[in-house]
């Protein structure tokens, strides 16, 4: 079981996808709830918010990992949250029976960092794509993006397809 809360807002009916939205710094997993309806107002998709596991002394909210410098997360608190969510991440493909195929990774500034990084990280499959907001791929040490088998990532999202 993940060692993450998150929060859910099932599909209308037999889900199409999984669309899984990370928030920003000092927020909760309550913080992208509401976007979902907006993103998907037919509810055809299944939502999940996961909390950042991080809660930084003299910083509300919470936190996917410390910044020494904009660009640049801090390597231990980074690869803690990126294990966390590789976690989550699996365990919501085996239960909802939606893979990376299905699923688009989305966030809001640290959160569309930590996206980008689940999303293109040589370890992880590709999900079907991306929807970052506010954000960028992190320089982190021991951390690199993968481009290579990931030429399709995001099509849908940019052409407006039907199908996630």
């Known amino acids: 079981m993940s060692a993450l809360v998150y929060s ?27 976007l979902a309806d907006v993103l998907d107002p037919r509810r055809r998709l299944h939502v999940v918010t996961p909390r950042a596991p991080l809660q930084l002394p003299g910083w509300p909210g919470n936190h996917w990992y410390v910044v020494p410098r904009v660009g640049f997360p801090e390597p231990e608190s980074f690869d803690a949250s990126y294990a966390m969510l590789a976690e989550l991440h699996d365990e919501l493909w085996q239960r909802t ?10 966030g809001f500034s640290m959160g569309s960092v930590m996206s980008y990084a689940l999303a293109l990280g040589a370890d992880r499959p590709a999900p ?13 040490e021991g951390w690199r993006p993968r481009f290579d088998d990931r030429t399709e990532l995001g099509a849908f999202i940019a052409h407006g397809s039907e199908d996630p």
């Open 128 to 140: 079907a794509g991306i929807l970052a907001m506010s954000g960028f791929i992190p320089t982190v």
């Open 97 to 106: 029976g939606l893979g990376p195929q299905r699923t688009v990774l989305g």
């Open 8 to 34: 859910e807002r099932p599909a209308a009916g037999e889900p199409h996808g999984l669309l899984v939205l990370h928030h920003g710094r000092g927020a909760d997993e309550h913080d992208l709830l509401t």
